[in-house]
T-cell receptor
């Protein structure tokens, strides 16, 4: 089935140790998003790609980077994770930017920082 | 700026009771889209419904129904005859190029 896949589902890293989260989609969507969701909070958009065009939200920390090597894959790199970066990271895709476009979400990666 | 308010933080009901989740939104756009998502304990956000600003028809899908009232900027969601499997966090969201989520309402359905 076409879907958004995230690996791994659970990731444990140490304070300050770089970590990469992976997302892939088989929907051939133009847009991919990364959200951060902390406990008992709503998802918060970090950045998105429209094709290869990257857009950073104004309040996304510099510690967070992203790569989209092709249409299907998108990576979230956290260069020096802090304890405050422990969260669920959700990847989503959409056909286009139009507001009517439903975003399809992956199952998320739960990041623990020790 | 867009804003979505879900005033109810938590709702607890006994199985078979109806539960209504409130959602109030703010936007300057004349064309916009509203969504409801369900997030079960597993964490995945599950799409439930999309409604555009020009369509004020209420919608029913099985035990779920939605009441969109543009005059009051509300898009409320009702689960009829709730079941334990309905226990989850429910998010209302408003979309231009990104989803602006409300804070979510945690629904607990007790057997």
């Amino acid at each position: 089935d076409a879907m958004v896949i995230q690996n791994p589902r659970y990731q444990v890293t140490q304070f300050g140790k770089p970590v990469t989260l992976s997302c892939s989609q088989t929907l051939n969507h133009n847009v991919m998003y990364w959200y951060q969701q902390k406990s008992s909070q709503a998802p918060k958009l970090l950045f998105h790609y429209y094709d290869k065009d990257f857009n950073n939200e104004a309040d996304t920390p510099d510690n967070f980077q992203s790569r989209r090597p092709n249409t299907s894959f998108c990576f979230l790199d956290i260069r020096s994770p802090g304890l405050g970066d422990a969260a669920m990271y959700l990847c989503a895709s959409a056909q286009n930017f139009s507001g009517r476009g439903e975003q399809f979400f992956g199952p998320g990666t739960r990041l623990t920082v020790l | 700026a867009q804003k979505v308010t879900q005033a109810q933080t938590e709702i607890s009901v006994v199985e078979k009771e109806d539960v209504t989740l409130d959602c109030v939104y703010e936007t300057r756009d004349t064309t916009y889209y509203l969504f409801w998502y369900k997030q079960p304990p597993s964490g995945e956000l599950v799409f439930l419904i999309r409604r555009n600003s020009f369509d004020e028809q209420n919608e029913i899908s099985g035990r779920y129904s939605w009441n969109f009232q543009k005059s009051t900027s509300s898009f409320n969601f009702t689960i009829t005859a709730s079941q334990v499997v309905d226990s989850a966090v429910y998010f209302c969201a408003l979309n231009d190029y990104k989803l602006s989520f409300g804070a979510g309402t945690t629904v607990t359905v007790r057997a």
